[in-house]
């Protein structure tokens, strides 16, 4: 876990959020440094827009603190809102507006909207400023979310799956301002996605959230480093001897075993191959998404075939 | 842990102007409807008075013509107020929330309580200056009372000022009743409908409580108690919405 920095822009502290039975948020702690973009990776319903809801005020957390630029709290003062830049998945920006009457209204609501930004943006999307919003297609209103939620210069960026659904040129556009809006203005961005590529180049560091828990934490090189695929070849007729605590998931097909660990170390290496006396062993380097993959597979109930005895 | 301190409050009253825009666009299409709906009632009253009981009277002269079309057109109007009142109060929160677009105001700046000014200014001022209408050719019409000839008995189109008191009790009760009803909901349908009942059930309450409790309706009494509780009744129902308004989460 990511221990909580001074200048932390987003502290979370054992949030935790039920739908009836449902737990979408089991016990969050999380904390996102000023500068850094934090990368929150999970499957399908693993809490991540729960957790982004409850950090907007959107929804209130059942447990658990949250604190954005210091300010603790079920609710956002204006002044906080102000500092945030928010793109949703979904869009329910007003239909009956065009773009330049959303523009000039969302213009009035934040101090430092930045006009001409707005207009910079609005042409390098190719958006007719006089096209309704309910005319626009999924890609163009995503565009406009990002124009909305950049151009008052906010301090912290929260992107809750933005380029799900987008086709491949408009999700390149949309991270590449994504991208420059970080390097240029320095801000906090707080990406979530099941993209694991999108997250892979946008992030520093990355949470992967399964089960409304985060399963692990870390920058991109030190989970690189940390988490890798031991693979054994067994001897014939036999099964591994145990399982390591370490293992974050493994699959055995015929006498190939494949175990993923989690800190992986030499001595751990050496001891697997050892007590299992290995025809052959090797260490395989992942990268994110394969990471992502074992990561979430291994807190899933396994199939049969994938079962270890 | 200590951030830059920045003032970033939005400056109010340009906030709550485009706020205010933006609710009197999102109720463009009841508002212009009401307008022509007020225009309508006059055009009608002319037509009324062309060809009903007020004929007679009306052939006089151009001011019995116009005395008779004001005062009739002013009736009218009260009750196109009165439902476009529940139109606009049943509206204003459910049509938000019914295409989501409460979502994303709930992710910008203006508060709840700043949404809530803003939609109330609208909903007032519309059902204000439709109101305005009919007691300004009310009030024209009772100045030009001494000098039209009335059969007996058509002078009491006229309003005083307890009808009026009453007009705008049962719009308070109106507005009170739908802003309630739709701080809840999703769909305009049923605070419209709760708006147009409410009346009718703050005058069943007031005559249940008289019968029940045996209080005299001599003269004026009983409109007297009917006018006080609406208002009494409409401003808690109004209060009622915007105390559940506020701290509903809108997604």
């Known amino acids: ?309 | 842990m200590s951030f830059e301190a920045k003032n970033l409050r939005p400056r109010r009253p340009k906030l709550i102007r485009a706020l205010i825009r933006k609710d009197a666009r999102l109720l463009r299409f009841y508002l212009r409807s009401a307008i022509a709906t007020i225009i309508a009632c006059y055009l009608l009253a002319g037509m009324v008075v062309m060809l009903s009981q007020y004929q007679d009277a009306a052939k006089q002269s151009l001011t019995s013509r116009t005395f008779f079309t004001l005062a009739v057109g002013s009736i009218y109007g009260i009750g196109a107020t009165g439902f476009f009142a529940a139109l606009l109060a049943g509206s204003i929160f459910t049509l938000e929330r019914s295409d989501r677009s409460a979502e994303f105001l709930a992710c910008l700046p203006p508060t709840r309580l700043q949404n809530l000014v803003s939609k109330l200014t609208v909903v007032l001022g519309a059902t204000t200056a439709m109101l305005a209408l009919p007691i300004i050719s009310s009030a024209v019409a009772n100045q030009m009372f001494p000098y039209v000839q009335v059969a007996p008995g058509q002078g009491n189109i006229l309003f005083g000022t307890l009808e009026w008191l009453t007009s705008v009790a049962i719009i308070v009760s109106i507005i009170g009743g739908a802003f309630a009803v739709s701080a809840w909901l999703k769909s305009n349908g049923v605070p419209i409908l709760a708006g147009l009942l409410t009346p009718l059930l703050i005058l069943s309450f007031v005559s249940l409580i008289g019968w029940l409790l045996d209080i005299p309706s001599e003269g004026n009494a009983f409109q007297i108690r009917y006018v006080t509780s609406s208002f009494v009744l409409g401003g808690a129902f109004a209060y009622m919405g915007c105390y559940w308004y506020l701290p509903r989460s809108d997604p």
């Not at chain 1, 009956?96 to 390098?124: C, G, P, Q």
């Not at chain 1, 124009?147 to 929260?158: E, K, R, T, Y």
């Not at chain 1, 946008?202 to 692990?216: S, T």
């Open chain 1, 1 to 309: 876990m990511i221990s909580p920095a001074e200048n932390s822009v987003i502290e979370v502290c054992d949030l935790t959020k039920r739908y009836g039975d449902n737990l979408a948020c089991n016990s969050i702690n999380l904390s996102v440094r000023q500068g850094t973009t934090f990368g929150l990776l999970g499957p399908n319903g693993a809490g991540k827009s729960t957790l982004i809801r409850m950090l907007m005020a959107l929804t209130t957390a059942d447990s658990g603190e949250i604190k954005l630029f210091g300010e603790q709290g079920n609710h956002r003062s204006p002044e906080i809102r102000c500092r945030i830049g928010y793109v949703p998945e979904l869009h329910f920006i007003y239909r009956w507006m065009t773009i330049k009457e959303v523009l000039n209204f969302v213009s009035k609501l934040y101090v430092n909207w930045d006009t001409d930004l707005a207009n910079e943006m609005l042409s390098k999307f190719e958006l007719s400023p006089k096209k309704r919003v309910s005319a626009l297609s999924k890609g163009m209103t995503a565009k406009l979310g990002l124009i909305i939620a950049l151009a008052h210069n906010p301090d912290l960026l929260i992107l809750d799956e933005p380029t799900s659904g987008l086709d491949p040129i408009i999700r390149e556009d949309f991270l590449e301002s994504v991208l420059q809006s970080h390097s240029c203005k320095g801000r906090t961005i707080l990406f979530s996605s099941h993209h694991v590529d999108d997250v892979e180049r946008v992030a520093d560091e990355v949470g992967i959230l399964v089960n409304g828990r985060f399963a692990v934490q870390g920058t991109v090189d030190e989970l690189r480093n940390r988490i890798k695929r031991i693979r054994i070849v067994l001897p014939d007729g036999k099964l591994p001897v145990r399982v390591p605590s370490e293992a974050v998931f493994q699959k055995l097909s015929r006498r190939e075993w494949i175990v993923t660990v989690d800190p992986f170390s030499d001595a751990l290496f050496e001891n697997l191959q050892s007590e299992n006396d290995a025809v052959s062993a090797d260490v395989i380097e992942l990268n994110l998404e394969e990471i992502f993959k074992d990561v979430v597979r291994g807190q899933k109930p396994q199939t049969e075939e994938a079962k270890v005895d």
